[in-house]
């Protein structure tokens, strides 16, 4: 016998709402013991819809206001990456955005602004000021607003070797002692860089292609960075490692609230 659809319509519901239910007091008593930081990662931001609709790489200044609405109208406070080592208000969340582009000034500075949130831009240092970058008097206004702050991308290390390798990796042809004195030497430059523009040096830093390896994790440590992050499309949580922590891809389709619900729901059942 076919079940009447109305009864259907009616178990389905509560179904769902006794499994939310129980899921939401786990992951209450999950919090307690490790609490979760998502990351979030932009590239580029633009008032132009059909922009964002085309190219991956850009979002639209409308679609960033309504992920900081989200943020904001469910209790999370924005902290810079560098400070994920401190302690984290109740429920934390890092916006990212890599490579140092000129429009997260245009279009993300005011809007953060508006909205009392804070950001980190990951800027290629050896590229400030070039095709769409910004420049380096214009990274360090937006580090001292406040609002944004300025960490490392690498100095120079954001392309493809020869041999297709991300130049963040070992070269197959390169000895280890030839890699890491590249990799020390591009640390080294970006610290220069920072010196001299910015008056600090970077504690924060985003893998390009989210190319690491245990031997440019290790450098990277020694060289007194503290937070790191992958492109691992994940949430981690207080409790891990703050080297290699992984970030989430926001992109124009991406809906913030769905993402940040399967992301939790996977660290649930994990
Ligand atoms: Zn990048």
Known sequence: MKRPKKIQLII????ILLLSGSLFSRNLIMNEKSQEIPVLTYH???DDPAIAKSD???VSSKKFAEDLDY???????????KDMDQPLPPKPVVITFDDGYKNNDTYGYPLLKQYGMKATIFIIASAMGSDRKLTWPEARALADSGVIDIQSHTYNLHHRLEDGTASMEQGSKETETA???RVNEDINQTNERFDQYMGYRP???AYPYGAYNVLNDQILKAADYTVTFTSENKIGKKNDSLY????VEIYEHTSLGYLLMKYTLINLFS
């Open 56 to 58: 991956p790489l850009y």
């Open 179 to 181: 890699y890491r004195s």
């Open 244 to 247: 290699l922590f992984p970030r």
């Open 203 to 205: 504690k924060a830093f």
């Open 71 to 81: 943020l904001k109208k469910n209790g999370y406070t924005t902290i810079f990456a």
């Open 12 to 15: 389905l519901p509560l179904v």
């Open 44 to 46: 580029c931001l633009t």
